[in-house]
């Protein structure tokens, strides 16, 4: 592809010598050790690298092309550099205002501009994004279309699955796989997109059909700094990117939905579908019944009812249902394939994930790792329990929760957590979660400040903090495992071990049922 086309629609591009545009470019690459020959590498800030350090590694590697921003001092150091006057003899170096922004745009039409050939759809939030994206692709697959999905737990070209090491990957990365999707004939494609894609740009120049957003509660501050940037990076999805005659779908039973809800409002040419367990919601729900086996309600939209039954538990999968059925409407599904995929979706892997060999408690793992997933988790569990034993002589279910703080991120709401787990639980073992370059007992530290009582122990050791937890369960309790969900992995000093709380659960329960046996 010539280098021409690669720029196009790209602006604040600053280019000195336009005979080189003609240039044949047979690679893209933001990383230096991914260059070839005829590539065109684009120099990007990370969190830990800085791409504009190896501008010559990618030039001595065959780049013939190199974007940097203009306001990086060690793009402008090269540029100025001796290295770079000979480079300029025979290649184009182009400097810009954002280097990340000129990455989405080149990367678009290195792959053709594949979102234009698809139903994209972008689904961004707090929590939420990875159960609404899967029932959203049940949903699909019911009214049978072939879908793809980008997302936290892996992404998936039809049935066939790959690793996911970003919920949204990086811009280069997410149009090689909207092209990898359409390729493969996929019709539509189902993105989560998270608040650090829509930060760095990674998904612009993407046309979003359609866009859900679930819900805002403090997450990475560590990152965005203030919720306030949290929120502006997630609404970009709505203001910025979405297609013209687009629809967003809206959560305003959340103050930032509510929020965004009414700013799009006063653009009278943009689409909305709300959705929520109030009156003023499109699209809502009555006559809910939750237990641990499932829900059955009925969905209202406008004067239409539907009943509808999921394997999901809990008022937070009802909010996803009502999510994923309002995605559906906004893109003319009708409503037998609706509940169809509703009823068809599986439990979603460290989403609530009942884990269970036989033992006489109950075990859920949950990826809740922020204040407002984990009181979710715990309060849902709580409400389960109840429900099942009304009426009966049961006594109250005892709620195990074992939980800790990942490291190098948001340290504020680590009492929150704290605060919240002691407050809900019985009983609590803090321990680790992925403590990263930090150490454990600093972050357990931390999340002990908030603790409101004495119903916590602490053990750092992520796999004994599980067995206690285990050993401990009695009949009937329930022992929820949180903070990592499907993650399979622990990541320790820069480290990362093979790690899986869904195993270590099956592992422990089969020694203790054998015991047992034995015994």
């Not at 684009?42 to 306001?71: C, F, M, P, T």
């Not at 480079?87 to 792959?111: E, H, T």
């Not at 793992?365 to 988790?377: P, Q, S």
Request: hydrophobic letters at 35%; a neutral charge; charged letters at 30%.
């Amino acid at each position: 592809m010539m280098l021409r086309e690669l720029l196009k629609d790209c602006v604040d591009l600053g280019i000195r010598d336009e005979s080189f545009l003609n240039k044949e470019i047979k690679g893209v690459a933001y990383d230096s050790r991914n260059v070839g020959k005829d590539c065109l590498f684009v120099a990007v800030k990370g969190e830990r690298q800085n791409g504009h350090d190896y501008i010559g590694e990618a030039v001595k590697s065959g780049a013939v092309s190199v974007v940097y921003e203009l306001n990086n001092s060690c793009g402008e150091r090269f540029a100025r550099s001796d290295d770079a006057n000979e480079f300029r003899s025979r290649a184009a170096l182009i400097g810009v205002q954002n280097s990340r922004k000129a990455l989405a745009c080149i990367a678009n039409n290195y792959f053709r501009r594949p979102s234009e050939q698809l139903i994209l759809i972008g689904v961004t939030g707090t929590n939420g994004k990875t159960t609404t994206t899967c029932i959203l692709k049940s949903i699909l697959e019911s009214f049978g279309k072939t879908v793809g999905l980008v997302g936290t737990i892996h992404h998936m070209i039809k049935n066939r699955e790959f690793p996911a090491f970003h919920t949204t990957p990086e811009a280069l990365e997410f149009q090689k796989l909207l092209n990898d999707m359409l390729i493969a004939g996929c019709t539509h494609v189902i993105s989560e997109v998270s608040s650090h894609a829509l930060a760095q740009y990674r998904v612009d120049h993407s046309v979003f059909r359609v866009a859900g957003f679930t819900n805002l509660t403090r997450d990475h501050l560590d990152f965005h700094k203030t919720v306030e940037r949290y929120f502006q990076a997630k609404e970009r999805l709505f203001r910025e990117l979405l297609s013209e005659g687009g629809i967003a779908v809206l959560n305003i039973d959340d103050h930032f939905g509510r929020g965004l809800n009414a700013e799009l409002e006063k653009d009278r040419m943009r689409k909305k579908v709300t959705y929520g367990l109030g009156p003023d919601a499109d699209i809502t729900a009555r006559d809910i019944r939750s237990s641990f086996q499932g829900l059955n309600f009925t969905i209202v939209y406008g004067n239409e009812t539907h009943h509808v039954r999921s394997k999901l538990s809990g008022i937070t999968n009802v909010y996803n249902i009502l999510a994923a059925a309002g995605l559906a409407v906004s893109l003319d599904i009708p409503w037998q394939s609706i509940s169809k995929g509703i009823e068809l979706t599986e439990t979603v892997r460290g989403r609530f994930e009942k884990v269970d060999l036989g033992q006489k408690f109950l075990c859920v793992v949950d990826y809740a790792h922020t204040e407002d997933a984990l009181e979710r988790l715990i309060t849902t569990a709580r409400e389960l329990s109840a429900t099942e034993r009304a009426g009966t002589s049961l006594p109250r279910s005892r709620i195990v929760t074992v939980f800790g703080c990942g490291g190098d991120r948001d340290r504020g709401k680590r009492p929150k957590m704290g605060e919240i787990a002691t407050r809900l639980s019985d009983l609590v073992i803090i321990t680790s979660d992925n403590p990263r370059s930090e150490e454990p007992a600093d972050i357990i530290r931390d999340i002990e400040k908030g603790a409101v009582g004495k119903n916590y122990l602490v053990e750092p050791d992520r796999r004994e903090a599980i067995r206690r937890a285990l050993d401990m369960a009695e009949d009937e309790d329930i022992v929820l495992v949180a903070g990592k969900g499907h993650e399979e992995y622990q990541e320790i000093k820069g480290v990362r071990y093979q790690f899986s709380d869904r195993t270590v659960i099956e592992e422990i329960i089969r020694e203790n049922l054998m015991k047992r046996k034995t015994s």
